[in-house]
């Protein structure tokens, strides 16, 4: 027997243990202290009411034999799957539903697609960047360049024609950076994979949090985006479904290449190794939709906006530069003082009681930046910017 030995590659994350064993050793010396949280990257108000009634109701017919569902469709129940071509179609975005798979939520299906490509490919990720990209392919033993976000182009890479990349990565609104594409900057991109001849793999978790028509919302909007670009989407930093589970991707059906077919290619993968999303978390997920859905949880984005709208208020006072905040639940900034991360991690905690994430924890680009997180608590969001405002003023 042989190990993947590409598995001795991938880097131990130390980002977040360390950010826990530093707050357990703060509490333990400073045990009266309040600490404020910003660092967490997950939803913190509950489900909404039209969500949790549509769990109830298909608990209730999986309760009664003439109701209960066993196996579902693979790719989705057809319910489902019109209700997301709707929300495309809001924007004038046209996807067919069989083009749109259902899934237990982005993480998975951003790993389980590059099933469908080969290892030789060369993969072009932003640096910084969210691990999963990085270390999924880093596990197929993948060659893998970096774009340079950084200050000088706001944390949104253009493309390099000098640089030859099959699969490329996009997030936008981005995580960490909280930085956002045009649909023109996005168009930029395309023309580049079309040149190429490579796909987008198109990570649209943070789109629900834009509301300037000016930034895309789905890379669809770029012309000949079908052509080129598979997009992953998710409930949960939408709707609050990080630990209910359940996101889509779009697979269109005009990518093809030597003769095969990336939507048929998916279907092929997905009947073979998933057996489809709960029925009772699908219903959660179609009440998303609805007219009260929609209004429900459209509240909760907007009281992560508004703590989105503290935190950047907060830097702009305070003359911090930064990026995120207007569309995006994550606010990037250059630590004050020209810091390092994790110095700066330490002097927030040990002289605010405010926990953030270290950009360094991100990629090597992320050193020199810190993360703050609008997740939270309003209250506690609103105490850590009166607390970082007079720690850093002047
Ligand atoms: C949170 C997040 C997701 C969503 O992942 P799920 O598996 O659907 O919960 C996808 N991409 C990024 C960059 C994220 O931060």
């Not at 400073?30 to 660092?39: H, S």
């Not at 999963?132 to 000088?152: C, F, L």
């Not at 090597?364 to 970082?388: K, Q």
């Amino acid at each position: 027997m042989l190990f993947n030995a590409n598995y001795s590659n991938v880097n131990d994350s130390y980002l977040f243990s360390t950010i826990a064993k530093k707050v357990a050793a703060y509490r333990a010396a400073a045990p009266d202290a309040k600490v404020l949280r910003l660092g967490i990257g997950d939803v913190t108000l509950p489900l909404a009411p039209a969500v949790v009634d549509a769990i109830r109701a298909a608990a209730g017919e999986m309760a009664e034999k003439a109701t209960f569902r066993g196996y579902g469709p693979e790719q989705g129940y057809d319910f489902l799957r019109e209700a997301v071509r709707g929300y495309y179609s809001e924007r004038g975005v046209s996807v067919s539903a069989d083009e749109i798979f259902i899934s237990d939520g982005a993480k998975s299906d951003l790993g389980n697609i590059l099933d469908l490509f080969s290892q030789n490919n060369t993969v072009l990720v932003p640096d910084p960047v969210y691990p999963v990209y990085v270390d999924t392919n880093v596990m197929a033993g993948r060659r893998i360049i970096y774009a340079d976000a950084n200050e000088g182009n706001g944390f949104l890479p253009m493309p390099d024609y000098s640089v030859d990349a099959d699969i490329i990565y996009i997030c936008s609104p981005n995580n960490p950076t909280g930085a956002a594409y045009t649909v023109a900057q996005l168009q930029e991109w395309v023309d580049y994979a079309d040149k190429k001849g490579a796909v987008i793999l198109y990570d649209a978790a943070y789109e629900c949090f834009i509301r300037d028509e000016k930034f895309a919302r789905s890379i669809y909007l770029a012309k000949g985006a079908e052509n080129c670009a598979i997009e992953f989407c998710s409930f949960s930093k939408m709707a609050g479904f990080t630990g209910t589970r359940c996101g889509w991707t779009v697979v269109p059906r005009a990518i093809e290449r030597g003769g095969l077919s990336a939507n048929k290619m998916w279907l092929r993968r997905q009947t073979t190794k998933f057996n489809g999303v709960p029925y009772i978390v699908q219903r959660a997920a179609a009440a998303v939709f609805t007219p009260e859905g929609r209004a429900q949880t459209e509240a909760n984005l907007a009281y992560y906006r508004e703590n989105a709208k503290l935190i950047a208020g907060t830097l702009e006072k305070l003359g911090i530069w930064f990026t995120g905040g207007g569309h995006s639940p994550y606010i990037w900034f250059k630590c004050p003082f020209g810091m390092g991360s994790w110095e700066f991690f330490d002097h927030l905690l040990g002289n605010a009681q405010v926990v953030g994430t270290p950009g360094a924890g991100f990629g090597a680009n992320g050193e020199g930046f810190f993360r703050l997180s609008a997740f939270g608590d309003r209250e506690d969001t609103a105490e850590a910017m009166e607390r970082i405002e007079r720690l850093l003023a002047k």
